[in-house]
């Protein structure tokens, strides 16, 4: 029998060059043609399909938050307490489950399916009100305006309110870069999120509605939830709305547009939307990775975890692997049998957004490709770190039929 090994046994990895950044999935998926488990300067990290999926859902793995938080030492006060009662710091148990139960009954499958026509109209209002007839930031007039569009109507406030919502959730996410200078800054926008949702919910609580935010306070009236934990979440779902969907749905945009014969393709059957987007998050997810901390030592893949132990799920090299996914270095839209992709995690730690957001990236694509079948990218650009895939540039012209341009664009394609 070989003896279980240690931590520092394993090879470790380098998430901070120039050819990580700029493409992370090939250097992802040769890590992990070499080594199912490695580490790195944040912990120990996971490569394989099957083991990241056994980390995801494994009892002995619970939420890595409080050390990133730690980590970013956030001051006592009033967005601290609430990071400490929110989801995200409730490991494995009956309190977590029980917090989760009415999100995911009002965010559920067929909810985010009633709430498609909804979203569509969103969508279609944005898109309208884009100009046609010169480059266009899709980035700051599109992919930030659905999530937070949407927002605003989840907690019945006007539409003024999106601006806000979209910098807050950006502002906000900056914890999951582990940099602390960042953390001024997060303060300050949780600080005036929690005023806002505070108003928010004193309004809906003046006049219930027939929104999201409503349904959440009946919850509370029932006794699913108590005040404090339906504040928390209206804050949550803020927090991890805009900024991650908006990120995704530019993914799409430039993946999608970028290949002129899929956005054709698209454009005239618009049934194949829902698996283009499928592949998007599978070749380009936002998710990179998601985190997990050892509770009591455990042993995986043969090495031997102490109690306290981050270990990051590299979604990102579980789809890019030839073991799971044939050819994963092709953007194909026609894969069948193949595992789902894990840009939302799962478990009980599983994204609680995830079926809406999917319907705000399908109905975006959806709409784009069959208007603008010859949406050009002028500039397109993103930057990765070991968690997330961020768009940093994203200008098109949403314009009438121009070969030229066409052949352009696609030069964006990320493979
Ligand atoms: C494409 C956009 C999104 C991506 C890629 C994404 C991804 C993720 C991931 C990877 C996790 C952690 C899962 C795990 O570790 O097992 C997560 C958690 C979460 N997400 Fe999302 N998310 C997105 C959009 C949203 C939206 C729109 C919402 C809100 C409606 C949302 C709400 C949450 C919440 C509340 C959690 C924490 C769940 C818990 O701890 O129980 N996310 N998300």
Not at 2 to 31: C, H, K, M, Q
Not at 106 to 113: C, G, K, M, Q, Y
Not at 162 to 173: E, G, I, K, L, P
Request: glycine share 6%; charged share 25%.
């Amino acid at each position: 029998m070989t003896r279980p090994g240690t931590i520092s046994e394993l090879p470790v990895l380098d998430f901070s060059s120039a050819e990580y950044r700029n493409a992370p999935f090939p250097v992802l998926s040769g890590w992990a043609r070499k080594w199912k488990i490695a580490q790195s300067g944040r912990g120990v990290e996971l490569l394989d399909y099957e083991l990241c999926r056994k980390a995801i859902v494994d009892r002995n793995l619970g939420t890595g938050h409080p050390k990133l938080i730690d980590l970013l030492g956030l001051p006592e006060g009033r967005p601290l307490e609430y990071k400490r009662n929110s989801i995200s710091f409730h490991n494995r148990g009956d309190r977590r489950r029980d917090l989760r139960r009415p999100l995911i009954r009002l965010l559920s499958e067929e909810a985010a399916e009633s709430f498609r026509p909804n979203i569509r109209k969103v969508v279609t209002d944005i898109v309208d009100a884009i100009p046609t007839d010169r480059p266009v930031d899709l980035i700051s007039a599109l992919c930030d305006k659905i999530p937070s569009a949407v927002y605003c109507h989840w907690v019945g406030a006007p539409l003024s309110d999106a601006d806000f919502v979209a910098r807050t959730s950006h502002t906000v996410q900056q914890v999951h870069t582990r940099e602390p200078r960042h953390t001024p800054a997060v303060v300050e926008a949780f600080e005036a999120l929690i005023d806002y949702v505070d108003e928010r919910i004193a309004d809906r609580r003046r006049t219930p509605g027939d929104d999201l935010l409503s349904d959440l306070i009946r919850a509370e009236v029932s006794g699913q939830l108590n005040a404090d934990d339906l504040r928390n979440w209206v804050i949550k779902l803020a927090e991890a709305n805009t900024d991650n969907s908006s990120h995704q749905i530019a993914i799409a945009i430039i993946e999608l547009a970028s290949r002129s014969d899929i956005w054709a393709q698209l454009g005239a059957q618009q049934e194949l939307t829902s698996c283009a987007v499928q592949e998007v998050m599978r070749y380009h997810p936002r998710t990179i990775s998601t985190s997990r901390e050892v509770l009591s030592e455990t042993e995986l893949d043969g090495v031997v975890l102490p109690e306290g132990t981050p270990v990051f799920a590299n979604v990102g090299a579980t789809h890019w692997n030839s073991d799971y996914y044939s050819a994963p270095e092709v953007f194909d839209i026609n894969r069948a049998d193949e595992p789902l992709h894990l840009n939302f995690g799962g478990g009980v730690f599983s994204c609680i957004g995830r079926f809406i957001v999917t319907v705000e990236v399908e109905e975006t694509v959806a709409l784009l490709a069959k208007r603008f079948p010859c949406l050009t990218l002028d500039a397109a650009g993103f930057a990765h770190s070991p968690m997330f895939t961020c768009v940093t540039q994203l200008v098109a012209r949403l314009e009438p039929e121009d070969p030229q341009r066409r052949a352009q664009s696609s030069r964006y394609a990320a493979s």
